[in-house]
């Protein structure tokens, strides 16, 4: 989890392949009207987050029931976010990708053929909730090379 441009996605992909799950990309769950409005400017409200939050939970829980173990790239931003993610699957682990504003606003100027405009960026922080102690989410800095946020977390076991 983290705001646009924190890596979710690069290093989602390379831990999914540690793990030897299946990687997600969650941005593909958007349906059309979010993408369109994401590529105008026009940041999501919770309502238009909604449809495409209820489809991530609903894949977390097809691989909970299957018994097997996924990785999603997904902002879940709120903490309500990020209850309807764990409704049906409550072993989710979340990882927050943190990196300050500056660092992020650099890595989506660098970027290229996504949707989602750096000027979109400051919605993004403005919507965000760092989870919670209660969360018991992996706080990962950022600001290191993708190698070594995978070794941290290839390091760390399972609750």
């Not at 990020?82 to 660092?103: C, H, M, N, T, W």
């Not at 400051?122 to 018991?136: G, K, R, T």
Request: glycine share 8%; with cysteine.
């Amino acid at each position: 989890m983290g705001v646009a441009g924190s890596g979710k996605s690069l290093i989602g992909a390379s831990f999914a392949a540690v793990l030897g799950v299946e990687f997600v990309e969650g941005d593909d769950f958007h349906p059309a009207r979010n993408i369109e409005l994401m590529s105008r400017g026009v940041p999501l409200t919770d309502d238009d987050r909604a449809e495409w939050l209820r489809a991530l939970a609903l894949r977390l829980r097809t691989a909970d029931e299957a018994g097997v173990g996924i990785v999603i790239a997904c902002s879940a931003l709120k903490h309500a976010y990020r209850d309807v993610l764990r409704a049906d699957a409550p072993d989710v682990q979340f990882i927050y990708l943190k990196g300050s504003r500056e660092l992020i606003a650099q890595r989506m100027d660098d970027r290229s053929g996504h949707f989602m405009p750096a000027s979109l960026l400051d919605s993004q922080f403005a919507a965000l909730e760092e989870p919670a102690p209660e969360e018991n989410a992996w706080v990962i800095d950022i600001s290191r090379s993708p190698a070594q946020i995978i070794a941290e977390l290839g390091s760390r076991s399972f609750r």
